[in-house]
C-alpha cells in the first residue's frame, strides 16, 4: 500500500500529538510536502548536516527529527548558511523533514517516561502537568453525497483525536433548508426559492489552536458557497487519560532507597554513559526521584516542591548545583545527548508497528551516526 508525507504525519500524530507542543515550539513538518510519497522513513535527534547529507544519500524520503530544523521565522534562506544548505539539500533530493519535540517530550510513554523507566522508576507523575488543553466540538453540514469526502478532510487536517484515538467522528441524516438570496452562487436550489436538501451532520472534536485552520481546509472539500457549521466549545468534565503523567518531566520512585553515588553510578551503567556530573552529598539516601529529558534547568522550582531528593536531567548550570545544596537535595546531570538519544530507536520501533498495522510496507531505520557533541579528556 503506497504512502505520503501526510498519511505518516498522521501516524506521528497518534504517538505525540503536535497539540501538545510548548507554544514557543515549532513542531511538526519543517521541510517538503504533504503529496510526496514516502519509501524509506529515518529517525534521528538532531537534522545535522552530516545526517540530513547521509540520509539523502541513502535515498531517504522522510527524516523524522526530535529537535526542529526551524526554531525561529526565517527571512531568508541562505544555502551558504547551516540551515539553508540542510533545507536546500533536503528539497534536491525531495527529503522532507519532521519534527516532534515537546510533544514527544510530554505525552504519555514519551521522551520522558522512557527515560525514567530506564532508570528503574515507577508510579509516575508529571513533574510540570501540561495546561489542560482547549477541546471543541466541530460540527459541519454536507449533502449525504459529500459526506466521506468532508470526512477524509476533516482527518486529514488533524480532526478527531480522543486520548489514544484518531479519526473519531459521529454522524447522523437530516433534512436542511435555504434560501438563496439574490446575490447568491447556490450549489443546488433557485434563487429566492426555499429548498429542502438530505444532509448528513458530521460532528468531531478539534484542538483550539487548530480549529481555524481546519475550517478553512475543510471549506475547500465542501461544495456549498457558504458552509454551514457549528462550534461548540467542551468543558473538561472529565479526566483526560493519562493526566497525571502527560506534562514535561516526570517524577517516580525507586524499589529500594539507594545512596546518591551509587544511584548515580547505576545510571551512567544503564545508560552506557562514560560520565555524569554529580551535586550533593554522595551518601544521601535516594527514593523519591524527578527527571527531565533535555534541558531542565527551567524546572528547578518544580522540582523543589516534587519532594523528591534527586533531580536528574541535561545542561544543569552552577547556580542550579548551588540552589540544589542549600535545599539538602542532590542533582544528576546526565547530559542533553544521553538523556534524549534512547527515544531514537523507540520512535523508529513504534513507527513500524503502526506502519505493519496499516498495511504500509514502508522500510524505518534509526540513524546510526550521532554521537554527543561533548566528549571528557
Same mark, same amino acid.
Given at each position: ?12 500524530e ?11 515550539d ?10 510526496w ?6 529517525v534521528a ?17 522522510l ?5 526542529p ?14 540551515v ?10 525531495r527529503?522532507?523533514?519532521? /519534527? ?9 510513554d514519551g521522551?520522558?517516561?522512557?527515560l525514567?523507566r ?25 449533502p ?27 454522524r ?23 429548498s ?31 458552509? /454551514? ?7 473538561p ?28 553510578s ?7 554513559i ?15 526521584v ?19 531528593q ?11 548545583a ?32 503502526l ?15 550521532e ?7
Amino acid at each position: 500500500m503506497p504512502a505520503t508525507i501526510s498519511d505518516i504525519i498522521n501516524l506521528i500524530e497518534s504517538i505525540a500529538p503536535s497539540f501538545l507542543a510548548e507554544e514557543w515550539d515549532n513542531v511538526g513538518l519543517q521541510v517538503g510536502q504533504k503529496d510526496w510519497p514516502v519509501r524509506t522513513i529515518q529517525v534521528a535527534l538532531d537534522p545535522l548536516p552530516d545526517v540530513v547529507a547521509a540520509a539523502c544519500s541513502d535515498g531517504v524520503d522522510l527524516l523524522i527529527t526530535h529537535h526542529p530544523l526551524i526554531f525561529h521565522s526565517l527571512k531568508s534562506i541562505d544555502s551558504s548558511t547551516p540551515v539553508g544548505s540542510i533545507i536546500s539539500m533536503a528539497i534536491r533530493h525531495r527529503m522532507a523533514i519532521f /519534527a516532534a519535540h515537546t510533544n514527544l517530550d510530554k505525552v504519555v510513554d514519551g521522551v520522558n517516561d522512557v527515560l525514567a523507566r530506564r532508570i528503574g522508576l515507577k508510579d509516575l507523575k508529571a513533574l510540570k502537568k501540561d495546561r489542560e488543553s482547549e477541546a471543541y466540538k466541530l460540527v459541519v453540514y454536507a449533502p449525504v453525497e459529500y459526506e466521506l469526502k468532508i470526512l477524509d478532510a476533516l482527518f486529514k487536517a488533524g480532526a478527531g483525536k480522543i486520548g489514544a484515538y484518531t479519526c473519531c467522528s459521529f454522524r447522523n441524516d437530516g433534512k436542511g433548508t435555504f434560501m438563496p438570496g439574490p446575490s447568491a452562487k447556490p450549489f443546488v436550489g433557485e434563487l429566492d426559492d426555499i429548498s429542502h436538501i438530505d444532509e448528513v451532520r458530521i460532528e468531531t472534536v478539534v484542538q483550539k489552536n487548530d480549529l481555524g485552520r481546519i475550517i478553512e481546509d475543510v471549506k475547500k472539500s465542501h461544495p456549498y458557497e457558504t458552509m /454551514a457549521y457549528d462550534v461548540y466549545q467542551l468543558l473538561p468534565y472529565e479526566n483526560v487519560p493519562n493526566e497525571k503523567t502527560q506534562g514535561l518531566g516526570r517524577i517516580g520512585e525507586l524499589e529500594n532507597s539507594i545512596g546518591l553515588a551509587s544511584f548515580a553510578s547505576e545510571i551512567k551503567k544503564s545508560l552506557g554513559i562514560k560520565s555524569i556530573k554529580v551535586a550533593g552529598k554522595p551518601d544521601m539516601l535516594v527514593k523519591k526521584v524527578a527527571v527531565c529529558a533535555g534541558s531542565g534547568s527551567s524546572l528547578m522550582d518544580n522540582f523543589f516542591s516534587s519532594k523528591a531528593q534527586v533531580y536528574i536531567t541535561g545542561d544543569l548550570r552552577y547556580h542550579d548545583a548551588r540552589a540544589a545544596e542549600a535545599a539538602r537535595v542532590g542533582l544528576i546531570d546526565i547530559g542533553h545527548f544521553a538523556s534524549e538519544h534512547l527515544i531514537v530507536e523507540i520512535l523508529a520501533q513504534r513507527l513500524k508497528t503502526l506502519l505493519v498495522k496499516a498495511g504500509i510496507d514502508i522500510e524505518v531505520k534509526a540513524c546510526g551516526l550521532e554521537t554527543d557533541p561533548f566528549f571528557i579528556l
